[in-house]
């Protein structure tokens, strides 16, 4: 099996989600943004707002999301779907492209949602293969990204994360790790959020996305109208010692604040990316001191100092 | 199909049109399985409100919010989406308007919506690079009458009985507004104009070419009638203004090649 070349690649830093009442600011100002993420669909077609996007994209790297694929849909794929992704891929040149595990058409009518399936083998190799027809129409690998979901079916063989291992292995497709999405799951439906840091593929992650939900009804659902929760961040920094340091992504959808807000999130995800930097020159200067003899004992530091 | 698949058909009925769900097979270990199935009704009917919202500006501003509640409601009720993009999603609007009875009393509504649908077409359409001109250059002037010409993807011929576009226009601005409904149809284009849709008014003669044209009849018969039912028709004007407009973008020739 052939997997596809992994193309270029967003920088290790953190980037906001680019929607329409920031654009001119943006354009007008360039405010310090890492790198910007965009839903594809709004920028199928052309005109206006593919004009504004080739601008965003002259100035900082852009990362294409998709919202309404549907990969894991048991309807065909889309084609014309598809084929305005790739005009949009070669008009904006991303640095990054990616979709999510969920399906929304079955038998010709749409949920315009990001809806769970249950994760079975079959599911799998049906899910597998369409990664790979939408890979080879793109000419390059594109992330997916796990889910946050309100019920679970108890046909699913596997876990999510077990899931994601396989389709990495299968498609040679990445992952885009949403932090949130996982601790909402792990509050609604007590997925265990350490099992899942440590099952996915961390060499495939590619990226990492943080958002606020709302909690409605004894559910929290993933509205990204918020800061990031405290205990989100804390799933973060495991998920940074666990996996590594990865492009991160403040994602704000509904309410969206003023860009300095955004900002200031963008930034808290810089810090904890930053200390983890600053952790790891300790380790290299902890293993450089190791080799000079002179070194008392007391002063080594440790392997996760 | 796969088990997996029918749990998936079962599922969209029980989101999209209430059916029970089957409690055993679904798992919500800290709230009540009815609820996590609501969170999921809840997003169907509000991203398609939201789409309609977004794409009928002014009928929701002629109805009223609460109204274009009810109203996208039954239209939801009636009209699944057939596409994951969003933005597709209520082009049947205008039909479902013109039997809707409790809007009855606002009956240049149909036509608001289609000028509206227009509008939103126009704005997601793919860019067309402008047309050569030198490429009309090689065309033989007898075999200009058998081109087929093809319009911008963005581009839609209304013709209105009432004064939609007037009353479209004066809902740009939240105004109050004073139209007489009597002084009049309109002649419409809604097309691509500098990267942004546009809906400009157009001669009778010139709606009824282009319309021609947009049906994929040649140009030398849709000359032809046009001129039975527009005795002044300009032919030549025409084509230069539209293609200067870039409202014809490609041609195919009679033998069918397309240059």
Known sequence: MTHPPAGPTLPDIAGIGLRAPHYSEVLEQRPALGWVE???????GGGASLHTLLQVAQHYPVSLHGVGMGLASPDPLDAGHLRELRRLCDAVGPASVSEHLCWNTVGGVAINDLLPFPYTRDALRHVAG????????LGRRILIENLS???????????????????????????????????????????????????????????????????????????????????????????LRHIGKRPTLIEWDVDIPA????????????????????CQASLSRGRERERLPSLPEGERVGERG | MT???DTLARFSAVVRTGAEFDAGAIACPNYPAAR??????????GNLHDALVGAYPVIRQLVGEEFFRLLAKRFIEGHPSRSGNLHRYGGELADFLGRFENTRHIPYLPDMARLEWAYHRAYFAPDVPPFDLARLADIAPEAYAGLRWRLHPGCTLLVSGFPVAAIWRAHQDDEDFRIDLDRGGEHLLVHRKDLRPDIADIAPAELHWLAQLQQD??????????????????????LRRWLAQGVLVDFETAKGERS
């Open chain 1, 38 to 44: 965009v839903h594809s669909e709004n920028f199928f």
């Open chain 2, 36 to 45: 996590g199935v609501e969170v999921y009704r809840n997003n169907y009917r």
């Open chain 2, 217 to 238: 009849m040649a140009m030398g018969a849709a000359t032809e009638a046009t001129l039975a039912a527009h005795p002044d028709f300009d032919v030549a004007a025409a």
């Open chain 1, 259 to 278: 860009l300095p807000v955004l900002q200031r999130e963008a930034c808290k995800a810089q810090q904890r990316m930053d200390a983890m930097d600053s």
């Open chain 2, 3 to 5: 088990n997996w698949a």
């Open chain 1, 130 to 137: 369409r990664v790979q027809q939408v890979q080879d129409i």
């Open chain 1, 149 to 239: 979901y309100y019920i679970a079916f108890r046909e699913s063989e596997m876990r999510e994360e077990e899931f994601l291992a396989e389709l990495v292995a299968h498609s040679g497709c990445g992952i885009l790790f949403d932090v949130n999405n996982l601790f909402v799951n792990a509050v609604n439906l007590g997925v265990d959020a350490q099992a899942f840091i440590r099952g996915i593929p961390a060499d495939a992650v590619g990226e990492y996305h943080l958002a606020g939900p709302s909690m409605m009804d004894g559910c929290l659902v993933d509205t990204h109208s918020a800061p990031v929760y405290d205990a989100a961040w804390a799933l973060y920094e495991d998920a």
